[in-house]
């Protein structure tokens, strides 16, 4: 019976430990006991509580009168987040399984810590950060400290009750980090703020400036500095600013002017801001190329290179090359420059201007062309006494002669390309100043070349009158019209040439043979040459007389009378003269027989010997213009008892007029102008026929508002305004 008790005894024991387990797994479990609860982080609080048997979960509740947070954590500890700072909590505790929620654990009072401040930080200056940041609620103070964010050197620390502070004798460029919080009045620290501040830059150092002259640009370069991220170079003059940006350690700066002074500085630029500037440095760049330059030869030889000064010049170089490559130049301090130059040459000029910077730029180059070079040792030849050839060497630079003959009544030119030239219309008996000037397209006339002084030879004479003096002597008159002239008369006939020389108007042709015909002319003789020949005027000595005279009585009334031939005589008239009376004979034979002869008188005989002319020609013939619009015809006779004729020949017409006897001229009324006549002047032999050897003179008689114009004298080429 005990054993079988016994028995159901245990059995009864292990279903009663069932159902315990089975109750208790329906249950909720126990109270949880909070060990600790604090406050790290101002929105949290953190609790540490024992184990519950049979807990899954703990639920952490919080609470502040206002609201309440709750949180399901799986262990201990747990934190409650989403909190306020600096507000006082109930923090319980529940624990959780299947069963369900326990009841609250007994509460804890918890203040959670200050809220951390926010901070606002800069770096002021390169060595500097300033830190600032609003009130924290239930702050009693607050503590920052700032580091370098490399660990290197010491940490800095400082506590205040403001809301701002700043930490000097900082590193420029470096990063430091700043931490930050507050605290309460019971000394509790809250919650901290973290914030990695650089300071800004130093001023970069060694700032050089090297300046390019033939490109206008600078080359700004210094040494890096220390957290630099970026540089900014500024190059300003008066309100010209230009910069130039780079991450590296130098920077090229463009386009500057020429002739100016600009001031040079860099900042360096990092995320927290910018450096100062460094100390502005000086660049001068070139001076601009010189302007308003003028070039002058202000004489023959010299040059004369002026200019403007141009800012910041120092001093100018001015360069000369002349079109055969040969350079020259000047250097000077002065705006102005002297060059030597030769004649018929082009030069190229350019001025520069400089200083410490360099050479200013290239200006305009300008080329000045000298004038041509003067021709020399030209060699004049007279081709008669109105006439004169210019020959010469060709010159440098010259495309036109300019032959200036300058005397008397005006000025003879000839301008050619040829290196001669043939002056002609000059006045006979004149001195002339005769230059042979160059010229070219570019400069114009050579104006400095030297006359050379000749005179031309002397003016034909005009032979006035020719008398006869006697049977063989002749005298020949003329107008003198040079100075200083020797002149020579020249008979030329068959017989001969016969002369006569005077410095004066007149000379006598002595022994001049009987019966001869001749020319009579004269010339002029000077140092500078010979004139031309006077118009040559005929002349006729008296036939010469037979030698022989031999008279026969015939019959008691008839007397023969014969004789030698006499040179130059045609005809002959035979007279025998007495008181009672006359007797004559012209016959063209040597003998004649005169018949009425009175016996027992005594005769006187004479025989004359008469040319084929039987007169000379007249001299000096002239045309006058008349207020009848006639013309009267003048001219000198060689024998007043002698009768002349005038015959004027034209296109027009032809006139004659025959004066009254003794007079020597006569008119001719209503002759046509705007024609040339031929005029001749002969005696009137007493056979009738007009003589035809005399000399002709050709007259134009012009038009000039009225019928009867303007006469003009022609001989030969030569043409006379009467």
């Known amino acids: 019976m005990c054993r079988a008790k016994s028995k159901w005894l245990a059995f009864t024991g292990a279903l009663l430990s069932c159902l315990e387990m089975i109750s208790s797994a ?66 319980t505790v529940r624990s959780i399984n299947s069963g369900g929620k326990s009841q609250p654990s007994p509460f804890r009072k918890v203040k959670t810590v200050l809220a951390a401040p926010i901070l606002s930080v800069h770096s002021p200056s390169c060595d500097s950060i300033a830190v600032s940041w609003k009130a924290v609620h239930m702050a009693a103070g607050f503590s920052v400290s700032l580091m370098r964010s490399d660990g290197l050197g010491r940490m800095l620390k400082q506590n205040t009750t403001n809301t701002s502070l700043i930490f000097t004798n900082l590193d420029p460029g470096t990063l430091y980090t700043i931490k930050a919080y507050a605290w309460n009045a019971n000394g509790m620290p809250g919650d901290d703020f973290t914030y990695n501040q650089r300071t800004s830059p130093d001023a970069p150092v060694d700032v050089k400036v090297a300046f390019n002259s033939g490109a206008l640009r600078a080359v700004v370069s210094w040494m890096p500095t220390e957290g630099a991220l970026t540089y900014s170079v500024t190059v300003f003059s008066g309100l010209l600013k230009l910069k130039c940006n780079t991450s590296s350690a130098s920077c090229i700066v463009p386009s500057l002017q020429c002739g100016s002074e600009y001031y040079v500085s860099v900042t360096a630029y990092n995320d927290a801001g910018s450096s100062e500037p460094t100390d502005a440095v000086s660049l001068k760049t070139v001076p601009c190329a010189p302007v308003n330059i003028s070039i002058e030869e202000d004489e023959p030889g010299h040059l004369l290179v002026s200019w403007s000064s141009v800012s910041l010049g120092h001093y100018y170089v001015v360069f000369v090359k002349s079109d055969d490559g040969l350079e020259v130049h000047c250097n000077t301090s002065y705006t102005q420059c002297h060059f030597q130059s030769d004649c018929g040459f082009t030069y190229f000029i350019s001025v520069f201007a400089y200083n410490k910077a360099g050479q200013s730029p290239l200006g305009d180059v300008f080329n000045y062309t000298t004038a041509p070079c ?141 019966g001869s015909a001749f020319s009579v002319s004269a010339i002029a003789r000077s140092p500078a040459g010979q004139s031309l020949p006077s118009y040559s005027i005929p002349l006729e000595t008296a036939p010469c007389c037979p030698n022989d005279l031999i008279l026969a009585q015939v019959t008691q009334s008839v007397t023969s009378i014969s004789w030698s031939v006499g040179r130059g005589a045609q005809t002959y008239v035979t007279t025998l003269e007495s008181p009672k009376g006359q007797a004559k004979c012209h016959t063209l034979q040597t003998y004649c027989l005169l018949g009425c002869i009175t016996c027992g008188t005594n005769y006187t005989v004479s025989l004359r010997a008469i040319s084929e002319t039987g007169a000379c020609c007249p001299s000096g013939v002239k045309l006058y213009r008349l207020s009848n619009k006639g013309i009267r015809v003048f001219w000198r006779a060689s024998d007043e008892t002698i009768n002349y004729n005038a015959d ?65 004298s022609r001989g030969k080429s030569n043409v006379k305004h009467i």
């Not at 001195?431 to 030297?450: D, H, K, L, M, Q």
């Open 26 to 91: 329906n249950t909720a479990p126990d109270i949880p006991v909070i060990d600790r609860a604090y406050s790290k982080l101002s929105n949290s609080i953190t609790v540490e509580w024992r184990a519950v048997l049979g807990a899954t979960n703990y639920m952490l509740t919080a609470e502040d009168g206002d609201s309440f947070i709750e949180t399901t954590v799986k262990n201990s500890p747990g934190t409650v987040t989403g909190l306020k700072p600096a507000t006082l909590y109930r923090i």
């Open 374 to 514: 003067c021709p020399s040792d030209f060699r004049v030849v007279f081709m008669s006494s109105d006439t004169v050839r210019v020959t010469w060497a060709p010159v440098r630079g010259a495309d036109l002669y300019e032959t200036r003959a300058a005397g008397g009544s005006g000025v003879v030119l000839c301008r050619d390309t040829a290196t001669a030239c043939t002056l002609s219309a000059l006045q006979c008996s004149t001195p002339y100043n005769i230059t042979v000037y160059s010229f070219s397209e570019a400069r114009g006339s050579n104006t400095s070349c030297a006359p050379q002084h000749v005179a031309t030879a002397p003016c034909s004479p005009e032979i006035k009158n020719i008398s006869k003096e006697g049977l063989s002597v002749i005298s020949v008159q003329w107008q003198p019209n040079n100075e200083e002239a020797t002149y020579v008369v020249t008979a030329r006939g068959e017989a001969g040439l016969w002369h006569c020389t005077s410095t004066r108007n007149s000379c006598t042709l002595m022994d001049l043979p009987c």
């Open 648 to 712: 004027l020949r034209g296109s027009k017409g032809n006139f004659s007029c025959t004066p009254s006897s003794g007079l020597s001229h006569c008119d001719i009324t209503k002759i046509p102008c705007g024609d040339v006549y031929t005029v001749v002047v002969a005696p009137v032999t007493d056979k009738g026929p007009k003589v035809t050897f005399c000399p002709k003179k050709i007259y134009s008689v012009t038009c000039s508002g009225s019928s009867v114009g303007m006469v003009i």
